[in-house]
């Protein structure tokens, strides 16, 4: 199998992740913003946009794998919701590849619990057994629910679905294999062996990722690392990049100078 990457901009590494459902064109409006202070490789993940699928079996681990194999040997990773999962599993295994790691609007574990908040474990269920019916239309609602709460919700979908619509559709086993991600990984016990320099991104308005997973994971992480900050953008939601992509892209910028 093949994963896609573009290239684009100038200056250390970054690598830029996307969340389920999507494609690397999501990143279009960041990559405008960063192409001066970086080079970018926006991937496809396995499956979406112009990459192929991956087994159907095929871990996290595997997907992780397959990106390693196709981006620059030492970057700065930065993942968006699923995408965050991803380049948070790159960090654990393969730390002399992950300089710095950024996650936007991601969790260690994004189901909820008794203990811990998130996504309702019967609505990824519902969403699992509508990709079979129209996996088409599973696809718009998760778009729906990423803008939720947004000042900007109907430009924030309208942004989305353009970005969609400039790849292919992804696949649909690769659908079911992301859903599957999202509601099995659990990274919370492995968080305490980062050790590069952590940057957290988060919209205050966000119903995938609540605002109160924030401390929860703060608690997880190492006390040691070098540099790790958290921020809340105050009115975004799922997609604080394509909400308020100058804040988002101010913040990202300054963790490269930073370190």
């Not at 901009?9 to 001066?36: I, K, T």
């Not at 649909?172 to 859903?179: D, F, V, Y």
């Not at 320099?197 to 070098?226: C, K, M, N, S, T």
């Amino acid at each position: 199998m093949s994963v896609y990457v573009e290239r684009r901009g100038q200056g250390p590494n970054l690598v830029l992740l996307h969340g389920w459902g999507m494609n690397s064109a999501v990143w279009d409006g960041l990559a405008m913003r960063l192409e001066n202070d970086a080079s970018l490789y926006l991937v496809d993940l396995p499956g979406f946009g112009q990459s192929d699928a991956l087994p159907p079996d095929a871990t996290l681990s595997d997907w992780v794998q397959a990106i390693l194999e196709v981006v620059p040997h030492q970057a700065t990773w930065l993942g968006w919701s699923l995408g965050g999962l991803l380049a948070t599993q790159a960090a654990l295994l393969a730390p002399n590849r992950v300089s710095q790691l950024i996650t936007l609007a991601s969790s260690p574990c994004f189901v909820a619990n008794d203990t811990w908040p998130g996504i309702k474990p019967q609505v990824l269920a519902n969403f699992e057994q509508q990709l079979l019916a129209d996996h088409q239309a599973v696809v718009n609602r998760f778009l729906a629910l990423q803008a939720m709460g947004s000042e900007h919700a109907r430009e924030d979908i309208r942004q989305l679905k353009a970005s969609l619509a400039a790849k292919p559709a992804p696949s649909p086993t690769a659908l079911a294999a992301g859903l599957a991600l999202l509601g099995e990984v659990d990274q919370r016990a492995q968080l305490c062996e980062l050790r590069m320099p952590l940057l957290r991104l988060y919209g205050r308005l966000d119903g995938l990722v609540p605002h109160q997973v924030i401390v929860r994971v703060e608690a997880l992480l190492p006390e040691d690392v070098q540099y790790r900050h958290s921020h809340i953008e105050a009115k975004a939601s799922h997609a604080a990049f394509i909400s308020h992509p100058d804040a988002t892209a101010e913040r990202i910028k300054l963790f490269l100078q930073q370190n």
